[in-house]
Nanobody, 115 residues
Framework: QVQYVESGGGLVQPGGSLRLSCAAS????????MAWYRQAPGKEREWVAG???????SYADSVKGRFTISRDNAKQTMYLQMNSLKAEDTAVYYC?????????WGQGTQVTVSS
């Protein structure tokens, strides 16, 4: 059974940093293109960053240069290092396979950027 457990969110001031983790289970993690998504209040969920099985990374323009995605295949865990956080980064952050149609969603982790 596929499962994602996101963690590491919290309240941070503008300009601060957070590191999110995504623990995945129920499939062979190293074979898959993984991604982070986020959903802000009143908005649709959007893609934030991705990392494929070759460790090639890609980012939404809104986070490029501030966020870094990485993965540890041995731990079946993906990370998102978020620096220079802005109020507009406030959202619930989720992880998921990007190459699997109708994959499940985890519970997400709340990130709130506010002074």
């Amino acid at each position: 059974q596929v499962q994602y457990v996101e963690s590491g969110g919290g309240l941070v001031q503008p300009g601060g940093s957070l590191r999110l983790s995504c623990a995945a289970s129920g499939f062979t993690f190293r074979y898959h293109h993984m991604a982070w998504y986020r959903q802000a209040p009143g908005k649709e969920r959007e893609w934030v960053a991705g990392i494929n099985s070759r460790d090639d990374t890609s980012y939404a323009d809104s986070v490029k240069g501030r966020f870094t995605i990485s993965r540890d295949n041995a731990k079946q865990t993906m990370y998102l290092q978020m620096n220079s956080l802005k109020a507009e980064d406030t959202a619930v952050y989720y992880c998921r396979r990007r190459d699997w149609i109708n994959d499940v969603w985890g519970q997400g982790t709340q990130v709130t950027v506010s002074s």
